[in-house]
């Protein structure tokens, strides 16, 4: 039967309502060696279930956390998060990027056989003894504008991880037409191009780079909207919109996604960000003051990364 896998096991694609499909709930990224930009998001339970009960109430139904392993994913964590906040959750697999891959990873030592078998574990068995399995392979991405040995390694691997468990891979790829790249390792390894999301697409804003992703049968994702971190963070949001309704214009709403990537503690409610709600709250009353349909908003929040996330 087809199914959407969460952190509390496998619900009908049809429940899952309006979708955050690139977030995180957690994470740490200062504490891998020779890594000294302090950014976290702190794994503070009354706050980030604040976060989430209030996204609920916004109107949200399911969040995809797409920490990867070796930054704060905790299948323990997500399972107890869910049963909390009413809120579907699905947890990524894989391996970020360079400069991130702990080291009892071994990515430099090991096949593409043994790691595409160890994420594929986590998607039929669980994670550990958790039990808790993963919905979605990511996010797993490069640190330059180009690809790394190592991270074509892993890249390879979830390529084949994803042939075997029906899952979907979400990469992370920015500032540059690098998403164009990885999709092709990913090919390469015989994944459907229509089971591939580039992430952060909105950090490079080329028309013409989304529209040969999407024209390559990928999902191109806005998943930047909201951050404030820089000037232009915070004053490119206008051109993201031109460029979003150009391809809606185009017919291609069933090649974009929409998220936020809340990764840093500033980003929350909490400390005077705005949470996990402002897609709901800002950018999409912005897109439908610019004549953006509910048909098509409710493509790119609901249909779209149910179908992504959907098992057959």
């Not at 891998?32 to 976290?40: L, Q």
């Not at 916004?58 to 299948?75: N, S, Y």
């Not at 069933?254 to 402002?278: A, K, M, P």
């Not at 709250?281 to 003051?289: K, Q």
Request: one cysteine or more; aromatic letters at 6%.
């Amino acid at each position: 039967m087809p199914h959407v896998m969460t952190v509390l096991g496998p619900v009908d694609p049809s429940t899952l309502g309006f979708v955050l499909p690139h977030e995180h709930t957690q994470c740490t990224l200062w504490h891998i060696p020779n890594r000294w930009d302090y950014w976290e998001l702190t794994a503070d339970e009354p706050v980030i279930l604040s976060e989430l009960e209030t996204y609920r109430e916004a109107g949200g139904g399911t969040l995809v956390d797409v920490t990867p392993i070796g930054i704060g994913r905790d299948p323990l964590w997500l399972r107890r998060l869910s049963e909390q906040s009413g809120l579907h959750l699905v947890m990524g697999g894989g391996w970020y990027r360079t400069a991130y891959y702990p080291p009892d990873a071994m990515i430099d030592r090991r096949s593409v056989d043994s790691l595409a078998e160890e994420i594929v574990r986590d998607a039929t068995v669980g994670v550990g003894e958790t039990g808790v399995r993963i919905g979605i392979i990511g996010e797993i991405g490069t640190d330059k504008p180009w690809v790394t040995a190592q991270e074509e390694r892993v890249f390879r691997a979830s390529a084949r991880a994803a042939r075997r468990t029906g899952l979907a891979v979400t990469t992370h790829a920015v500032l540059s037409d690098v998403g164009a790249a990885q999709l092709t390792i990913l090919e390469e390894e015989g994944m459907e191009p229509a089971r591939v999301v580039i992430g952060h697409a909105d950090s490079y804003p080329v028309l013409d780079h989304w529209l040969s992703l999407i024209a390559r049968g990928a999902t191109i994702e806005l998943d930047f909207l909201g951050m404030s971190f820089t000037p232009t963070e915070r004053l490119g949001e206008p051109k993201v919109i031109d460029l979003l309704l150009e391809v809606l214009h185009r017919g291609h709403a069933d090649r974009v996604l929409l998220s936020q990537d809340v990764c840093h503690n500033s980003q929350l409610r909490h400390y005077e960000g705005n949470g996990y709600t402002y897609l709901l709250d800002t950018f999409l009353p912005r897109l439908r003051e610019r004549g953006v349909s509910d048909a098509e908003i409710d493509q790119m929040t609901k249909a779209n990364p149910a179908r992504l996330l959907t098992v057959r």
